[in-house]
């Protein structure tokens, strides 16, 4: 009796569980009107951050069929295209393209590389700098000196830099201040040419990169640092640290999560170099150390010259260029979350 009894109990409670997950089923979606009639604001503010997602992300999807497709006829679409296989990738990278390929590959490595080494640290410093700053005025004004080179068109970046290494026009053009101030201290000799030389591209795209964009990407950093606690400032300081141990005991481990997370981004963009830069600054003289896989692309692609049939070569190159990066994406997540608490997923 006792055991018949059980089992009736136990049927009862499994009964009002699966009416209590009925009920909570259908006033799903009502819950989730009522929270977005609370929040309609926040929720309308992500429309047009859906509509770009949608449109420069995943409506491209579809082209990714170029790079299995022979594009010889340009009448047809990339859906009508005959199906071609590996063709592409083959001629991508042991073929008739290899060799620029591989130098276009190797040339944005390196540049992404020699960013990443000297110009992820650059905006960090700078945001411990600003947070030491007392002058509410004067923290605003150096911040806004040093946000201002990224709300600069491309084009007028790059002639800054020309103008600072040249001076007038070809071909009675001078040395400029830089070159100037490079040959004065013995860094290269009279008469150079930098922006010719390839020797010199990369720190000129480097430098010039950390001047461009350090200072907007303080801002993330500066708030993380801004998030962090003024008791835990106290504690070291009762404790006997002076600045510099605050920044190491205090400051740094409050920001983990976040360099954490900026640094997983910046990997995943190590093959992402922009071609517009470098389209502006470089010359035949200087694709031995210049030609990026963006730039190879637009050449190859056509846009340049180049000829139109290798429109899907041109896509192989772009699409192995993404799936690198998604890997190392994955890779730097998967060492983040092995080693630390923080990671993207």
Same mark, same amino acid.
């Given at each position: 009796?006792?055991?018949? @009894?059980?089992?009736? *109990?136990?049927?009862?409670?499994?009964?009002?569980?699966?009416?209590?997950?009925?009920?909570?089923?259908?006033?799903?979606?009502? @819950?989730?009107?009522?929270?977005?009639?609370?929040?309609?604001?926040?929720?309308?503010?992500?429309?047009?951050?859906?509509?770009?997602? &949608?449109?420069?992300?995943?409506?491209?999807?579809?082209? /990714?069929?170029?790079?299995?497709?022979?594009?010889?006829?340009?009448?047809?679409?990339?859906?009508?295209?005959?199906?071609?296989?590996?063709? $592409?990738? @083959?001629?991508?990278?042991?073929?008739?393209?290899?060799?620029?390929?591989?130098? $276009?590959?190797?040339?944005?490595?390196?540049?992404?590389?020699?960013? *990443?080494?000297?110009?992820?640290?650059?905006?960090?410093?700078?945001?411990?700098?600003?947070?030491?700053?007392?002058?509410?005025?004067?923290?605003?004004?150096?911040? /806004?000196?040093?946000?201002?080179? %990224? &709300?600069?068109?491309?084009?007028?970046?790059?002639?800054?830099?020309?103008?600072?290494?040249?001076?007038?026009?070809?071909?009675?053009?001078?040395?400029?201040?830089?070159?100037?101030?490079?040959?004065?201290?013995?860094?290269?000799?009279?008469?150079? =040419?930098?922006?010719?030389?390839?020797?010199?591209? @990369?720190?000129?795209? /480097?430098?010039?990169?950390?001047?461009?964009? $350090?200072?907007?990407?303080?801002?993330?950093?500066?708030? $993380?640092?801004?998030?962090?606690?003024?008791?835990?400032?106290?504690?070291?300081?009762?404790?006997?640290?002076?600045?510099?141990?605050?920044?190491?005991?205090?400051?740094?481990?409050?920001?983990?999560?976040?360099?954490?997370?900026?640094?997983?981004? =910046?990997? #995943?963009?190590?093959?992402?170099? #922009?071609?517009? %830069?470098?389209? *502006?600054?470089?010359?035949?003289? +200087?694709?031995?150390?210049?030609?990026?896989?963006? +730039? &190879?692309?637009? =050449?190859? #692609?056509? *846009?340049?010259? #180049?000829?139109?049939?290798?429109?899907?070569?041109?896509?192989?190159?772009?699409? &192995?260029?993404?799936?690198?990066?998604?890997?190392?994406?994955?890779?730097?997540?998967?060492?983040? =979350?092995?080693?630390?608490?923080?990671?993207?997923?």
């Amino acid at each position: 009796m006792r055991a018949n @009894r059980d089992v009736k *109990l136990m049927s009862h409670d499994e009964l009002k569980h699966e009416l209590l997950l009925e009920e909570l089923e259908k006033k799903k979606w009502h @819950r989730y009107w009522q929270a977005i009639k609370k929040d309609w604001p926040l929720y309308a503010m992500l429309v047009p951050v859906i509509i770009y997602f &949608f449109i420069f992300r995943y409506m491209p999807i579809y082209g /990714i069929m170029a790079a299995f497709k022979n594009q010889t006829d340009l009448t047809l679409g990339v859906g009508d295209a005959p199906f071609s296989g590996f063709y $592409a990738f @083959r001629s991508l990278i042991a073929g008739d393209y290899a060799k620029e390929f591989w130098q $276009a590959f190797r040339n944005t490595f390196a540049i992404s590389m020699y960013g *990443l080494i000297f110009g992820f640290p650059v905006p960090i410093i700078l945001a411990l700098f600003f947070s030491e700053i007392k002058s509410d005025i004067y923290r605003s004004i150096t911040q /806004i000196l040093t946000y201002l080179p %990224k &709300f600069i068109s491309t084009v007028v970046i790059t002639s800054i830099i020309t103008l600072m290494l040249y001076e007038g026009n070809e071909p009675h053009q001078s040395a400029g201040i830089l070159t100037t101030l490079f040959t004065n201290l013995g860094v290269i000799e009279e008469g150079t =040419r930098m922006m010719k030389e390839p020797q010199y591209f @990369r720190s000129i795209y /480097i430098i010039s990169g950390i001047w461009e964009g $350090a200072g907007y990407g303080s801002i993330v950093y500066f708030a $993380a640092i801004m998030a962090i606690s003024p008791t835990n400032y106290e504690a070291a300081r009762i404790d006997g640290a002076n600045k510099l141990a605050q920044i190491r005991y205090v400051t740094l481990p409050g920001m983990a999560p976040t360099l954490t997370i900026m640094l997983i981004l =910046r990997i #995943g963009e190590i093959l992402s170099v #922009g071609y517009e %830069k470098v389209l *502006l600054l470089y010359d035949a003289s +200087t694709y031995a150390t210049a030609d990026v896989i963006s +730039t &190879f692309v637009t =050449r190859i #692609g056509g *846009l340049m010259g #180049g000829a139109t049939v290798s429109l899907n070569t041109a896509a192989s190159a772009d699409l &192995f260029n993404s799936i690198i990066a998604m890997f190392l994406v994955l890779g730097a997540n998967f060492i983040s =979350r092995r080693v630390s608490d923080t990671s993207l997923f």
